[in-house]
């Protein structure tokens, strides 16, 4: 507590004038939590996860989302059927109907996290068009029993990260058209796993700026009063947050050139092109199953080892900046503006941010797990997908031919 103190008062003397606040614009929370969102409804044909993620409708038949007695929003795998070989298990994967542009802030509380062998959750934006034209953040992003999580920036060539002095996390990639996108590994403990939920979970919150892309990450008891003190209704001052964990100045990045406005997604996959990799998967989970492949030892039969594989949220909020009211406009306006798109309408606000996180010292650095290398959003249908076979419904499509193609290969070779 003396240390947070301390990193309060530096942060205030720092940077006395740089009070930037938002204006609430959405409250995904409680009973409201799951209006606005899409639901996938098809098979994860992006990171070729062995999931069908559910409609609307199977989703909340399932239970596979509810909002809890503690009003808050679960999202989860399927737990309770025996999968047969050769299906995919049920999960989800949704994203907000709205589009966040240049001058917003998303700020994520959640008290559990999806984990456990073959386990891939992602709380990540995506921009409106195509990808990567558009731009992808990776906010929270973890696979199989990664303790660490690490963020990332996705985009074509020409944006690149250039590691600021305030930045708490450690850089791993600079090139942000890298396949694994231009990544940072998280430093503060408990942003992941077993230890997230042990530790109360935790918040992040993403400053999408034309000055650059911030993101933040808190362990429940390092929560920054503005963001405690909160409301579903409330502005927020970032003023006194300290540095980010992942800092991705404009300077080598073109945030407006790079970026269409985003769209939030929360999803969970199982294997695929990280997870499920041998790479990756045989080092943390390989002897936790008889065959030592992602598919057969955990989507394949009973459940029960997907019981945590869910997450419990108390709220997504979105803000834009300015502290000026969001006033309808006709068209979007000019860089450092905020603009909602939203179906039809388009609201705007006006803003003059310039916000430069300040340097202080983050009480418990930690250090970042070795599983963490990364890898990209990119769907690779040369990646073996042992022995899945995609249903009737999408055996037109190409990609469906490949896999199936592909698990040849891999039963011939089994
Ligand atoms: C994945 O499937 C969805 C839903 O069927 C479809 O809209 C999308 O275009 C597909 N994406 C790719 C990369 O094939
Ligand atoms: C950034 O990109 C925007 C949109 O493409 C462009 O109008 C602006 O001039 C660029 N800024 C710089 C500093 O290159
Ligand atoms: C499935 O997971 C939920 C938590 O999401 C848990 O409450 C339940 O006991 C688990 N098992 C079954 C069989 O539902
Ligand atoms: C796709 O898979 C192939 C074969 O495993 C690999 O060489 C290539 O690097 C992968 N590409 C991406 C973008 O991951």
Not at 92 to 106: C, D, K, P
Not at 146 to 174: D, F, V
Not at 251 to 263: D, L
Not at 329 to 357: C, K
Request: aromatic content about 10%.
């Amino acid at each position: 507590m003396l240390s947070l103190l301390l990193s309060l008062t530096v942060a205030t003397i720092a940077s006395p004038t740089l009070v930037v606040s938002y204006d609430l614009v959405r409250d995904y929370s409680g009973q409201t939590f799951f209006d606005g969102w899409d639901f996938f409804g098809s098979w994860d044909n992006l990171t070729l996860g062995d999931v069908w993620w559910l409609n609307r409708n199977d989703a909340f038949k399932q239970r596979l989302v509810y909002v809890n007695d503690a009003q808050r929003a679960v999202l989860k795998v399927d737990n309770v059927s025996d999968v047969p070989f050769n299906e995919k298990r049920a999960s989800i994967r949704i994203t907000t109907q709205e589009a966040y542009s240049v001058g917003s802030l998303w700020i994520l509380d959640a008290v559990h996290l999806p984990f456990g062998c073959s386990v891939w959750p992602a709380f990540w934006t995506k921009g409106t068009g195509e990808w990567p034209d558009t731009g992808e953040i990776d906010i929270m992003e973890g696979i199989n029993l990664m303790t660490s999580n690490q963020m990332a920036l996705h985009t074509l060539p020409g944006c690149t990260h250039t590691t600021p002095p305030n930045q708490m996390g450690i850089t791993r990639e600079n090139d942000c058209s890298e396949p694994s996108g231009c990544v940072v590994a998280e430093t503060s403990p408990d942003s992941l796993g077993a230890p997230f939920a042990a530790a109360g979970g935790g918040v992040w919150a993403v400053q999408f700026d034309v000055a650059g892309v911030f993101m933040w990450f808190w362990s429940r008891a390092n929560i920054p009063p503005s963001v405690i003190q909160a409301t579903s209704t409330s502005p927020m001052d970032v003023s006194q947050w300290g540095p980010p964990s992942a800092s991705y100045p404009s300077t080598s990045c073109n945030i407006t050139q790079f970026f269409s406005a985003q769209n939030i997604v929360l999803d969970i996959t199982l294997c695929g092109s990280w997870a499920g990799l041998p790479e990756q998967y045989t080092p943390a989970c390989g002897s936790s199953g008889p065959t030592g492949i992602c598919y057969n030892d955990n989507v394949v039969g009973p459940g029960a080892r997907f019981d945590d594989a869910f997450f419990e949220i108390n709220y997504l909020r979105a803000y834009t900046t300015g502290g000026v009211a969001p006033t309808p406009s006709a068209a979007p306006t000019a860089i450092g503006t905020a603009l909602i798109v939203d179906g039809a309408a388009t609201i705007t606000a006006t803003t003059n941010v310039q916000l430069t996180p300040t340097p202080v010292s983050r009480p418990n650095g930690g250090v970042p797990s070795d599983d963490d290398k990364p890898a990209g959003e990119v769907p690779n249908a040369s990646i073996a997908q042992p022995l899945q076979i995609p249903k009737i419904s999408v055996l037109a499509s190409l990609t469906a031919l490949l896999l199936i193609a592909l698990s040849s290969v891999t039963i011939v070779r089994l």
